[in-house]
T-cell receptor, first 112, second 115 residues
Framework: DQQVKQNSPSLSVQEGRISILNCDYT??????FLWYKKYPAEGPTFLIS?????DKNEDGRFTVFLNKSAKHLSLHIVPSQPGDSAVYFC???????????FGKGTRLSVIA | DSGVTQTPKHLITATGQRVTLRCSPR?????VYWYQQSLDQGLQFLIQ???????AKGNILERFSAQQFPDLHSELNLSSLELGDSALYFC??????????????FGEGSRLTVL
C-alpha cells in the first residue's frame, strides 16, 4: 500500500507559468515532508522541505504548501523555467526510526 | 556533485548470479542508505547503516544483504538474481543517525540489468 502518492505521472507547463506538483499521503504519523528533483542519469537532489508545524515554506521560486487535514502537499514553481524539467519526488517521514518514504515521482516538462 | 560515489554505474548479469554494488558516502557522513527504483516505481527503501551498524530495514529481500565497513563505505550484495531485480539502486548518505531527519545526499545510482 502506497503511503505517499503522486497521482500525476507527468505534467507539462509553459515557460514562465506556474507549475503545481501534488502529493498525497495516508500515514497521519508523517511529520516532515521533502521534495527531491532528479535529472536523467543523476541521483535525486534535495529541493525543499516542510515540517508539519508549518503550512508553507518558500525558497526562491519554490514554495511547498502543506494541508494536514487533507493529508496533501503541493510544490509550486513560479515562474517555471526549462531547467526545471526533471522528475520530482515527494517524500515523507515520521517519528522514530522510520526512513523516508518516497512517491513514484512526477515528470515535469517546461516548454520554452 | 553530491559527494556520494557509487560503482559500478551499469551492470549486466544473468539470472542466478551474484553482484556487489559499492557506495562511498560524503566525507563526514556516518549514515548510508540503500534505495531501489524499479520501472515506474518510486524509491523503495532497503536498508540503513550508521557508523557500521544496521539502523533501519525496509522491504529488503533475504537474497540481498548489506554492510558498512570501518571506513564507512558500504556494499549491497544481491544474490540469486532474478529478472525482477533489474532496477536502479541508489545509495544516499547523511550525517544523521536518524533516517527521518534532514536531507539525504544521493549518488548517481547503479543500474542493474538481469538477463
Amino acid at each position: 500500500d502506497q503511503q505517499v502518492k503522486q497521482n500525476s505521472p507527468s505534467l507539462s507547463v509553459q515557460e514562465g507559468r506556474i507549475s503545481i506538483l501534488n502529493c498525497d499521503y495516508t500515514n497521519s504519523m508523517f511529520d516532515y515532508f521533502l521534495w527531491y528533483k532528479k535529472y536523467p542519469a543523476e541521483g535525486p537532489t534535495f529541493l525543499i522541505s516542510i515540517s508539519s508545524i508549518k503550512d508553507k515554506n518558500e525558497d526562491g521560486r519554490f514554495t511547498v504548501f502543506l494541508n494536514k487535514s487533507a493529508k496533501h502537499l503541493s510544490l509550486h514553481i513560479v515562474p517555471s523555467q526549462p531547467g526545471d524539467s526533471a522528475v520530482y519526488f515527494c517524500a515523507a517521514s515520521g517519528l522514530g526510526n522510520t526512513p523516508l518514504v518516497f512517491g513514484k515521482g512526477t515528470r515535469l516538462s517546461v516548454i520554452a | 556533485d553530491s559527494g556520494v560515489t557509487q560503482t559500478p554505474k551499469h551492470l549486466i548479469t544473468a539470472t542466478g548470479q551474484r553482484v556487489t554494488l559499492r557506495c562511498s558516502p560524503r566525507s563526514g557522513d556516518l549514515s548510508v542508505y540503500w534505495y531501489q527504483q524499479s520501472l515506474d516505481q518510486g524509491l523503495q527503501f532497503l536498508i540503513q547503516y550508521y557508523n557500521g551498524e544496521e539502523r533501519a530495514k525496509g522491504n529488503i529481500l533475504e537474497r540481498f544483504s548489506a554492510q558498512q565497513f570501518p571506513d564507512l563505505h558500504s556494499e549491497l550484495n544481491l544474490s540469486s538474481l532474478e529478472l525482477g531485480d533489474s532496477a536502479l539502486y541508489f545509495c544516499a548518505s547523511s550525517p544523521s543517525e536518524r533516517p527521518n531527519t534532514g536531507e539525504l545526499f544521493f549518488g548517481e545510482g547503479s543500474r542493474l540489468t538481469v538477463l
